[in-house]
């Protein structure tokens, strides 16, 4: 039940954010799809276990904290348990100026939010990006640009200045990672069939003005008070369903709750496959955060490490995807902030 209802959400935000262009399904072709026909009904592309399509999600564009403009690009795979390798080339390409700039070649299941990020140059202008992708038969493409009423603000929620999670995979010193992807955060060396552990450090503010006493039990910006106070409980430890989520806000479980009314916790931490030759196995893709529980500690804010271990089935050069959730939840419960997105670079011998 969540996952057609977060599928479906995803779906509508994908049409919002962009102009997207869906072709009918016809048989694999070796062209990208070249030559089918036009759907009158794109939303007949439902959401099922397999044999649905991939569709790109335009979700804006901001300015990032040097001044330079980037586009802000994530995706929303229809199908529950298919998982897509789609190579650049001509089912996964981004024009003009592609087919290569950055996307994901990796599509896991469901709505994937700030996947990554485009540098755009000083003289974009009214200019516009095609990101097309066929899966399935299905061809579909979304338009990029720079319009104003698709700017938004991925480093900073200006309601209530909150900001993304700190995301580090050294103890100290390295680079601090926050809000959308830009580079390569941290590059490792493993070997085939061996698993690699790689240690994130993560930490979150929360929110800072607007959290009144008890509010926010919903999804969406804004939420502190429960959330945040929960740091220490059940959730922030990582107790609770198989996603990530305790029961409840403040660390107290009801198995009675339907997941789609369970609050996120304070803190949480995904990782995904990105790009890569080979199968990639995670001991848990949602990794228990170890929360530091140093006296003392802001109002509202979280902090902690977890360990994942993966392994790669095949030698080659492979990027993760690690995603680190505020209280907000998944895509900001529907707004571009705050939520971050690291790359991180694996060399398989």
């Not at 994937?112 to 485009?118: A, K, M, N, P, R």
């Not at 609050?263 to 530091?292: E, H, I, Q």
């Amino acid at each position: 039940m969540r996952a057609g209802s977060v599928a479906l959400l995803g779906l509508f935000a994908a049409f919002a954010a962009g102009t997207l262009v869906v072709s009918g399904q016809q048989p694999p072709q070796p062209q990208g799809g070249i030559g089918q026909t036009p759907s009158p009904l794109p939303l007949t592309q439902s959401v099922r276990e397999r044999g649905s399509s991939v569709t790109p999600a335009f979700e804006g564009w901001y300015y990032d904290k040097d001044g330079s403009v980037r586009l802000l690009v994530g995706y929303f795979n229809r199908n529950l348990k298919q998982e897509f390798d789609i190579p650049v080339g001509p089912n996964n390409h981004i024009e003009p100026g592609g087919p290569d700039m950055g996307q994901p070649t990796h599509f896991g299941p469901g709505r994937g939010w700030g996947v990554f990020s485009i540098p755009l140059p000083k003289d974009f202008g009214d200019k516009k990006l095609t990101w097309t992708i066929v899966a399935n038969g299905f061809t579909n493409a979304i338009t990029l640009h720079t319009k104003s009423d698709y700017v938004v603000e991925p480093l900073e929620d200006a309601a209530n200045k909150n900001t993304p999670p700190k995301l580090r995979f050294k103890e100290s010193g390295g680079e601090t990672v926050a809000g959308p992807p830009k580079d390569i955060a941290e590059k490792y060396t493993a070997t085939a069939g061996t698993p690699l552990a790689i240690t994130v450090w993560a930490s979150d503010e929360g929110p800072k003005i607007n959290i009144p006493e008890g509010f926010g039990r919903g999804r969406g910006r804004g939420r502190g008070g429960d959330a945040a106070r929960g740091a220490t409980g059940d959730v922030a430890a990582g107790r609770g369903d198989a996603a990530g989520r305790g029961s409840r806000a403040g660390g107290r479980g009801d198995a009675a709750t339907p997941p789609e009314f369970v609050p996120p916790p304070p803190l949480a931490l995904t990782w995904s496959k990105y790009r890569g030759p080979g199968d990639v196995k995670f001991d848990n893709a949602k990794p228990k955060l170890d929360v530091d529980n140093t006296p003392n500690r802001p109002t509202g804010s979280v902090s902690g490490k977890a360990t994942v271990n993966v392994t790669f089935a095949t030698p080659g050069e492979y990027i993760l995807r690690l995603e680190g959730n505020d209280s907000t939840g998944a895509g900001g419960g529907g707004f571009q902030c705050c939520w971050t997105t690291a790359h991180v670079g694996v060399t398989v011998k």
